[in-house]
């Protein structure tokens, strides 16, 4: 995709939000959407790693998305959790309740130089546009999902 202009493109996403911040993926990397179950709390090397789960009988390390963007949102019956699958392993990203799909055609904008000196920038593949919100594409390929 060139870096300077936006396209237009026929998508399928799911999007949530953290702290009023629209965030999505593609369809094609989530398994399942859940309820957060009990989460089991462990000792980990990566501070951002909630703990585990049980998934329909496989154990699934979740990561805590509010706590990496440096908020502490407390889990709830609310509270939602996206499954993905990562090199054949099943994964959990926590994540707010505030869910919906996106389809349709969504304008795409390559990511303004400003946005891609922040920390953190490699996080986000592309911003999407759907006349009424600005999304931030998360990038699945960035070692925090691996």
Same mark, same amino acid.
């Given at each position: 995709?060139?870096?300077?202009?936006?396209?237009?493109?026929?998508?399928?996403?799911?999007?949530?939000?953290?702290?009023?911040?629209?965030?999505?993926?593609?369809?094609?990397?989530?398994?399942?959407?859940?309820?957060?179950?009990?989460?089991?709390?462990?000792?980990?090397?990566?501070?951002?790693?909630?703990?585990?789960?049980?998934? %329909?009988?496989?154990?699934?390390?979740?990561?805590? !998305? /509010? @706590?990496?963007?440096? +908020?502490?949102?407390?889990? =709830? &019956?609310?509270?939602?959790?996206?499954?993905?699958?990562?090199?054949?392993?099943?994964?959990?990203?926590?994540?707010?309740?505030?869910? %919906?799909?996106?389809?349709?055609?969504?304008?795409? !904008? /390559? @990511?303004?130089?400003? +946005?891609?000196?922040?920390? =953190? &920038?490699?996080?986000?593949?592309?911003?999407?546009?759907?006349?009424?919100?600005?999304?931030?594409?998360?990038?699945?390929?960035?070692?925090?999902?691996?």
């Amino acid at each position: 995709m060139d870096e300077t202009v936006s396209q237009i493109l026929q998508i399928e996403h799911f999007s949530f939000h953290i702290q009023n911040q629209p965030y999505c993926i593609p369809l094609e990397h989530i398994h399942e959407v859940i309820p957060a179950p009990y989460i089991t709390k462990i000792p980990s090397h990566n501070e951002f790693v909630k703990g585990i789960i049980n998934y %329909r009988g496989i154990i699934v390390e979740l990561l805590d !998305f /509010p @706590l990496f963007l440096g +908020f502490d949102e407390p889990v =709830n &019956s609310f509270t939602k959790i996206i499954i993905y699958k990562k090199e054949n392993l099943l994964k959990g990203i926590l994540i707010g309740k505030k869910v %919906r799909i996106l389809r349709g055609l969504i304008q795409t !904008f /390559p @990511l303004p130089i400003l +946005f891609k000196n922040m920390p =953190n &920038s490699l996080l986000i593949q592309q911003v999407l546009w759907d006349e009424h919100t600005l999304f931030y594409e998360l990038n699945m390929n960035h070692h925090l999902f691996s």
